[in-house]
């Protein structure tokens, strides 16, 4: 039987092997571990790609997150940190990253649903809270879902009137625009991850920072190396949070190929929407070509209705398919933001409806055709079975 994955890092590497392996090799001969040449190499390639003035290495897209907020608090107040008065928006379908880091700036989260359709951060529903709450707000992180972008235009207009900072959560999204514009160049600063199953992954834990803003890439370029110019006289709060040199070759290397895997992940994704069409009890993702979004597949999210997601999920298990839940608890219901987040947070029916519903199917971008086929096959006897 085939046998289909979510994601096939060997297959990966054997198709880009002698690139990754001559990248590698060149690093064991120059052994600059922290801080080699091709941390700037790679900086200046995805600031130049992005249209952005600075990228900045990290350790993971997570810190890329931290640094970001702890950049904005010692530039905005002139404190380490933001105060737990401080409001941040953000959405709650996502990651737990996205969350976990508003209260590691000393914020506090507010969650703000999603639209049903989309799965990102409702802009009218961040307005509506806004329009009665502003005072307390001070930036939003909107997060693009799966790859897709957030409705931008939205959500930086929104900025400019209530005087918000955006960080924007790129995790899934490297190579996602926005009305042509690069998802991570539109906020005041953008968070990226390089965490193997990301479209853009490393060999290991990886991120980085983009920003126009000539002082926040300073202080993050302090706070990745312990929180100064000067290692052993710092001025902030640090972290130990550069990118490895080893990664970052790695990565470079990987980026000649992220046009190419962005366009299988899409060609993959058109093939499921065409496959999947009119089966009742299920929905796909809505079709972007003409949209103003150029959506880049981290995830390809189907919605099963009538509570037969799990069923559906076991069905293609037993036929090798390996599928997941992104995610199965959103964040304002998860145990850590208990307390933590504003207080009478609005509700968030659409994100408790959707992780109920939600299944990723494999988007591997070098599955073939007849693999993706296989996936379609199979979904569609199990609708046909279960109708029958
Ligand atoms: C993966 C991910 C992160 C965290 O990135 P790491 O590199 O794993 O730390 C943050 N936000 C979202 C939406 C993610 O998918």
């Known amino acids: 039987m085939k046998k289909i994955p979510m994601l096939d890092l060997k297959r990966e590497y054997e198709y880009m092997k002698d690139d990754i392996d001559s990248t590698i090799r060149q690093c064991l001969d120059h052994q600059q571990w922290i801080f080699g040449p091709e941390i700037k190499q790679l900086e200046d390639a995805l600031s130049a790609h992005l249209g952005v003035a600075h990228c900045v290495g990290t350790s993971s897209g997570t810190e890329a997150l931290v640094l970001s907020l702890r950049a904005l608090a010692i530039k905005l107040r002139g404190q380490e940190y933001f105060d737990m008065n401080d409001e941040i928006i953000t959405t709650p379908l996502t990651f737990t990253a996205t969350g976990d880091a508003i209260l590691r700036s000393g914020a506090t989260p507010v969650f703000i649903d999603i639209d049903p359709v989309t799965y990102n951060i409702d802009p009218f529903k961040v307005r509506e809270y806004l329009s009665q709450n502003a005072p307390r707000v001070i930036g939003i992180v909107p997060v693009h879902l799966y790859g897709r972008a957030c409705h931008m235009d939205e959500i930086m207009d929104m900025a400019r009137q209530y005087n918000l900072f955006v960080v924007e959560d790129v995790a899934q999204a490297f190579g996602g625009k926005w ?51 000067d290692k052993y006289n710092v001025d902030h709060i640090g972290y130990n949070a550069r990118l490895d040199t080893l990664q970052a070759a790695i990565i470079l290397t990987k980026f000649k190929y992220i046009d190419d895997f962005n366009g299988r992940r899409r060609n993959i994704a058109e093939h499921y929407t065409k496959g999947l069409e009119n089966i009742a009890g299920l929905s796909i993702p809505v079709s972007t070509s003409l949209s103003s979004v150029h959506h880049v597949y981290n995830q390809y999210t189907i919605r099963v209705l009538d509570g037969k997601r799990n069923a559906l999920q076991d069905h293609l298990k037993a036929k090798n398919i390996s599928t997941m839940v992104y995610y199965p608890v959103p964040l304002h219901q998860m145990k850590i933001f208990q307390g933590k987040d504003r207080k009478g947070n609005p509700p968030c029916m659409n994100a408790e409806k959707a992780v109920r519903e939600v299944l990723s199917l494999p988007v591997e971008p070098l599955q073939d055709e007849e693999d993706t086929q296989y996936v379609v096959d199979c979904i569609r006897e199990y609708f046909s079975n279960a109708h029958s």
């Open 179 to 229: 009305k042509g514009r690069n998802l991570g160049s539109m906020g005041t600063t953008g968070a990226f991850s390089f965490f193997p199953s990301k479209n853009l992954g490393g060999f290991g834990d990886g991120g980085m920072t983009s920003t126009d803003d000539d002082e926040i890439a300073e202080i993050v370029r302090m706070l990745i190396k312990h929180g100064g110019r």
